[in-house]
């Protein structure tokens, strides 16, 4: 079935449509969604959530643009909403400014593999992971990131950056070599 039968079909409430959608995109987004959440098992509560809104609201795809990312969306803004409602992510995503780093102004290389980037992304408290993410991996502009997670501009700036400097520290913890003054990393 190509996509704008299976579109169609979906539509229409057709089970092996919606069957056929889901299998095309599950894989991908169950990735996504891990990489926002702290469990597997809280990753796979986000993608059905997600998909159950990618079904509800598929008459609101305007084709205009790529589907799979229509749906990276929805799965983006249902993993936020899960990190907010759950209490074992809220208490992570208020983060005192008391208890934290001092920020770095270092840029640096570091040679990982992607799983064990994401490894290493998914030790952040849970605050400091979604905005990571949302920024350099998924590519949000900060005042999205704000307004999506009802935080402050100069919150979503100050977190993106103590992301940073923990990630840095982590890795150097873990003996990886980082290579400072290279611009452009993270």
Known sequence: MDQELILEQCLKGKKEAQQALYDQYAATMLGLCYRYTKSYEDA??????????VFTHLHQYKKD??????????????????????????????????????????NPEVSLDTKELIETIRKLPAGYQAVFNMIAVDGYP?????????????????????????????????NRTVIKDYEGTF
């Open 44 to 53: 796979e509560d986000v993608l059905q959530d997600g998909f159950i809104k």
């Open 65 to 106: 643009g790529d589907l799979g990312a229509w749906i990276r969306r929805i799965m983006v803004n249902t993993a936020i909403s899960y990190l907010n409602r759950h209490r074992r992510y809220k208490k992570e995503m208020t983060v005192d400014d008391i208890s934290m780093h001092p920020v770095s102004d270092e």
């Open 142 to 174: 900060q005042t999205e990131i704000a307004e999506l997670m009802d935080m402050n501009i100069n919150t979503v700036r100050s977190q993106y950056s103590r992301a940073r400097s923990m990630l840095i520290r982590i890795l150097k913890e873990n």
